[in-house]
């Protein structure tokens, strides 16, 4: 088979742009060490959105090496990438951000509570939005991955939007820079695809 082929068989829809970014543009061993990577963007909910935000936040070497290493950040990653170009933004702009998405499951708990507690000691609104948005990240993660239950989701997004001085409301949601909810409901994933891609829009 191709590699055109076996992308297409991945679920990348546009294969000659997704071989061009793998081969071409990040240098990947698509057969080799960096198969994993490859089929944790396929398991994305959009596989083509995934690989073009890793493209953008690429060449890191440090992520890199992470992403070969840690089965967590890989399927954590390229769940946010493929789901909401938003919170793809927000890494662009803060690349060490990645950082929040490794070992998602045993880091749950502390991870939430100091992210809750930098949003509380944010001292601008700056700092207020960008942890506003770190911690949406590291929620998306979880939901889209199956680390954390549905129900405590739903309740950490109702502390984001309950928050003192959170500007992050239902109003909100369409902001141009923050994930949106989806207007209409979002097919269930095909095999192998993450879960859970309820609360968490494809653009």
């Not at 991945?10 to 071989?19: E, I, N, R």
Request: net charge negative; hydrophobic share 45%.
């Amino acid at each position: 088979m191709t590699l055109a082929g076996r992308l297409a068989a991945l679920g990348f829809a546009d294969t000659a742009d997704a071989q061009r970014l793998l081969a071409d543009e990040l240098g990947l061993d698509l057969l080799g060490r960096d198969a994993p990577i490859i089929t944790a963007l396929a398991a994305a909910p959009d596989p083509d959105l995934a690989l073009a935000g890793l493209a953008r936040l690429l060449p890191d070497e440090q992520l890199l090496v992470a992403l070969r290493a840690d089965d967590g950040l890989r399927a954590g990653l390229a769940a946010v990438l493929g789901t909401s170009a938003a919170l793809a933004d927000h890494l662009l702009r803060h690349p060490a951000d990645w950082r929040l998405l490794g070992d998602l499951d045993a880091g749950q708990q502390r991870g939430s509570g100091e992210l809750r507690a930098s949003v509380l000691a944010a001292a601008d609104p700056d700092a207020l939005r960008i942890g506003y948005k770190r911690a949406l990240l590291h929620i998306a993660a979880r939901d889209l991955t199956g680390a954390t239950a549905i129900d405590e989701v739903m309740a950490e997004l109702a502390w984001v939007s309950s928050a003192p001085g959170s500007s992050i409301t239902p109003a909100t949601w369409m902001s141009s820079s923050l994930p949106s909810p989806p207007s209409r409901p979002i097919p269930g994933p095909r095999p192998g695809r993450c879960a859970r891609p309820r609360s968490w829009p494809a653009r």
